[in-house]
C-alpha cells in the first residue's frame, strides 16, 4: 500500500503539474513518477565517456573541427 504524504509546493509549480498531467484526472503521483523515470539515467556516462566529451570540447574551442560540407568530402559521401 502507498503511503500518503502532504507536500507544500508553489502554486505555479502546481499549475505546471496540472499542465504535465495526460489526462485530465492523471494523480499528481503519476506525473511525478513519469518525470522522475525520465530525469533518471539508467545509462550513466562513465568515466571514458566524461574524457571523450571534454577532449572534444577542446577541439571545439580550438577551433580543431569541419563543416558537414568538409566530412562528407573527407569521407567520400555524396548528397
Known sequence: ????????????????LDDLKAYKNESYNSVVERLIKMAYDEEPLTDEDIKGIEESLEDIKAG???????????????D
Not at 500518503?4 to 502554486?11: A, M
Not at 580543431?64 to 567520400?76: D, G, T, W
Open 64 to 78: 580543431r573541427v569541419y563543416s558537414e560540407e568538409e566530412a562528407k568530402r573527407m569521407m567520400s559521401i555524396e
Open 1 to 16: 500500500m502507498a503511503a500518503t504524504t502532504t507536500i507544500c509546493i508553489d502554486p505555479n509549480i502546481k499549475s505546471k
